[in-house]
């Protein structure tokens, strides 16, 4: 998909020497990739207060747990 996109080309051009991308195209690749990635850590945020969960929870002992 081709896309025309009005950018600062010294913001391109520190990304790609900073990222030590080949191409522009390569550099706002990474960088949207980077962005989507913080933006779902971000909604880890939105858990807070909404998930109980118990002090003396021990995942070890289920490690040994036999089924059934």
């Known amino acids: 998909m081709a896309t ?3 950018l600062e080309d010294k913001l391109i051009d520190e990304a790609r020497r ?3 991308h080949k ?4 550099a706002v690749t ?3 990739k980077d ?3 913080s ?3 971000l909604e880890i945020l939105d858990w807070i207060g ?15 747990r036999k089924p059934g």
């Open 39 to 41: 933006r779902k850590r």
């Open 30 to 32: 990474a960088a949207l």
């Open 18 to 20: 900073i990222g030590k």
């Open 4 to 6: 025309n996109l009005a």
């Open 50 to 64: 909404k998930v109980e969960y118990y002090d003396d929870y021990d995942y070890k002992a289920l490690r040994t």
């Open 35 to 37: 962005y989507i990635r």
């Open 23 to 26: 191409s522009k195209k390569e």
